[in-house]
């Protein structure tokens, strides 16, 4: 069964980075396109970056220049460095694949950007 093990949110002023990191197992991580979601209370979870095998990336417009999504296929894990954030990031955000999330969701990591 897939597992996916999200963790590194928290709680950081407007302006602020935070990395968050994703570990997965039960699946062959190498041939798998990642993404990282997020959903913010009362909102539909949306996909805010998202890295193909090879490597590509592509960005939400909300995120684009601030945020960045990484990959390391040796221990299957995927991470996303946001800096710059703002109150609008605040959300549970969690990792999965691409363009078809599989089942089980992780238990996600909370992100709350405030003053």
């Known amino acids: 069964q897939v597992q996916f093990v999200e963790s590194g949110g928290g709680l950081v002023q407007p302006g602020g980075s935070l990395r968050l990191s994703c570990v997965a197992s039960?699946?062959?991580?190498?041939?798998?396109?990642m993404a990282w979601y997020r959903q913010a209370p009362e909102k539909q979870r949306e996909v805010v970056a998202r890295i193909t095998i090879g490597g590509d990336t592509v960005y939400a417009d909300s995120v684009k220049g601030r945020f960045t999504i990484s990959r390391d296929n040796n221990k299957n894990a995927v991470y996303l460095q946001m800096s710059s954030l703002k109150p609008e990031d605040t959300a549970a955000y969690y990792c999965n694949t691409v363009p078809v999330p599989s089942e089980p969701w992780g238990q996600g990591t909370q992100v709350t950007v405030s003053s």
């Open positions: 039960g699946m062959i991580f190498s041939f798998a396109n």
